[in-house]
């Protein structure tokens, strides 16, 4: 029923300069939050990323150390 729909959210507001985006995995911002900091990094803004893991997990094929050394470096 159209009835439930939930409200559309309320825009934020814009007027800042720097944001922190916090992350579990190195994946996780593109997959979460790439269009919201493609937005802010054309408006100026510095945006800064603190990502809690190395992706060490993140190759099936490979071991951790190793998939962690690949990981960090495409950061």
């Given at each position: 029923?159209?009835?439930?729909?939930p409200a559309p959210l309320t825009p934020l507001d814009e007027d800042w300069?720097?944001?922190l985006v916090?992350?579990?995995h190195p994946d996780d911002v593109e997959f979460g939050?790439?269009?919201a900091v493609a937005r802010w990094t054309d408006q100026g803004?510095?945006?800064v990323y603190c990502m809690v893991t190395s992706g060490e997990a993140g190759i099936d094929a490979l071991p951790p150390d190793e998939c962690r050394t690949i990981r960090e470096a495409e950061q």
């Open positions: 029923m159209a009835d439930d729909a300069e720097r944001a916090v992350v579990a939050a790439a269009a803004k510095t945006v």
